[in-house]
């Protein structure tokens, strides 16, 4: 199974990314599945399609087929493997020396993967779990032909992103909001997250591949067209035949986790989001634009953007 896994730091455009590869002919969107544990089987949240997880036909089908049922899996024992090898902390350990964990954890997702690949009849399947550790993981497992795309936005639009409040529709029971982060801690996780994505292309080679959301939104079907060649898979005819359009046809989805936007279907314009340019407090820029350097710099990000 081709496993496509979009990744980066939350709030860099990704789910838009995701959604638009989603109408590629040959693939499956799956969102953040690394949360499926949690938010789909545990909490039975909402899927992308609006049916809760458990009444959702696909997602029970793909874990009849995966593991005989959700019910069949040890939740607690996910939880146990995912301490010991799924944390940013491990990067360096596990791109060096994967321990026997790493496989018994990822063996759950790529019965996954290829339960969705069956289910779907498609030949891509695409998990934007978007968390570096993870990557890692997948990285390290022989058996998973991994594709990674490494989505990159500038560091301030991200810590912007993050200082806002989002509701998550997907929660049902109250309101339950994104996290927020200050900009200082917003600014290391994309220097940490960032750099060890730049390790894990070492290790990659021409199997991972970096995009800039900026350039995705200056361009965003002839960009696509170009990931869809990356991944090995027919873009679609409309983004060939009329790529200067900035239009995008989004449709249901199965994404079991991810930012609100996964909900969105019909044409959407694609728009770079700039507010951070005027919307940012000075402090906040200053503090984000010292401590992200010189790897946003490396990314072409200057002093004014
Ligand atoms: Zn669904």
């Given at each position: 199974?081709?496993?496509?896994?979009?990744?980066?730091?939350?709030?860099?455009?990704?789910?838009?990314?995701?959604?638009?590869?989603?109408?590629?002919?040959?693939?499956?969107?799956?969102?953040?599945?690394?949360?499926?544990?949690?938010?789909?089987?545990?909490?039975?949240?909402?899927?992308?399609?609006?049916?809760?997880?458990?009444?959702?036909?696909?997602?029970?089908?793909?874990?009849?087929?995966?593991?005989?049922?959700?019910?069949?899996?040890?939740?607690?024992?996910?939880?146990?493997?995912?301490?010991?090898?799924?944390?940013?902390?491990?990067?360096?350990?596990?791109?060096?020396?994967?321990?026997?964990?790493?496989?018994?954890?990822?063996?759950?997702?790529?019965?996954i993967y290829t339960a969705?690949?069956?289910?779907?009849?498609?030949?891509?399947?695409?998990?934007?779990?978007k968390h570096i550790s993870?990557?890692?993981?997948?990285?390290?497992?022989?058996?998973?032909?991994?594709?990674?795309?490494?989505?990159?936005?500038?560091?301030?639009?991200?810590?912007?992103?993050?200082?806002?409040?989002?509701?998550?529709?997907?929660?049902?029971?109250?309101?339950?909001?994104?996290?927020?982060?200050?900009?200082?801690?917003?600014?290391?996780?994309?220097?940490?997250?960032?750099?060890?994505?730049?390790?894990?292309?070492?290790?990659?080679?021409?199997?991972?591949?970096?995009?800039?959301?900026?350039?995705?939104?200056?361009?965003?079907?002839?960009?696509?067209?170009?990931?869809?060649?990356?991944?090995?898979?027919?873009?679609?005819?409309?983004?060939?035949?009329?790529?200067?359009?900035?239009?995008?046809?989004?449709?249901?989805?199965?994404?079991?986790?991810?930012?609100p936007m996964r909900f969105?279907?019909?044409?959407?314009?694609?728009?770079?989001?700039?507010?951070?340019?005027?919307?940012?407090?000075?402090?906040?820029?200053?503090?984000?634009?010292?401590?992200?350097?010189?790897?946003?710099?490396?990314?072409?990000?200057?002093?004014?953007?």
């Open positions: 199974m081709r496993v496509a896994f979009v990744g980066g730091v939350g709030r860099s455009g990704s789910t838009l990314i995701e959604l638009a590869l989603g109408q590629l002919p040959d693939a499956c969107p799956l969102g953040e599945v690394r949360h499926l544990w949690q938010r789909g089987v545990a909490e039975n949240q909402l899927c992308g399609c609006g049916e809760p997880f458990a009444a959702c036909s696909f997602w029970k089908s793909v874990g009849e087929q995966a593991f005989g049922g959700w019910d069949q899996v040890d939740l607690a024992e996910v939880q146990q493997l995912k301490s010991a090898v799924d944390r940013s902390r491990h990067v360096p350990r596990l791109l060096l020396r994967p321990s026997s964990a790493v496989a018994r954890y990822t063996e759950l997702y790529r019965r969705a690949g069956e289910v779907s009849g498609r030949a891509l399947v695409i998990d934007s779990s993870f990557a890692a993981c997948l990285a390290v497992d022989p058996e998973v032909d991994l594709r990674v795309l490494h989505v990159v936005r500038d560091p301030r639009g991200v810590a912007h992103s993050w200082s806002k409040q989002t509701v998550r529709p997907e929660v049902t029971s109250g309101d339950v909001y994104m996290p927020q982060y200050s900009a200082g801690h917003a600014a290391l996780q994309w220097d940490a997250h960032n750099a060890m994505y730049a390790a894990l292309r070492l290790r990659l080679g021409a199997a991972q591949r970096l995009l800039r959301y900026e350039d995705f939104v200056a361009d965003p079907r002839r960009s696509l067209v170009s990931v869809a060649q990356f991944l090995e898979v027919e873009p679609l005819a409309q983004w060939q035949e009329h790529p200067e359009s900035r239009v995008l046809e989004l449709g249901v989805q199965h994404t079991v986790a991810g930012n969105t279907q019909g044409p959407v314009e694609v728009r770079a989001d700039q507010s951070w340019r005027t919307g940012m407090p000075r402090a906040a820029r200053i503090t984000v634009t010292g401590s992200t350097f010189p790897l946003a710099w490396y990314y072409g990000y200057g002093v004014t953007g």
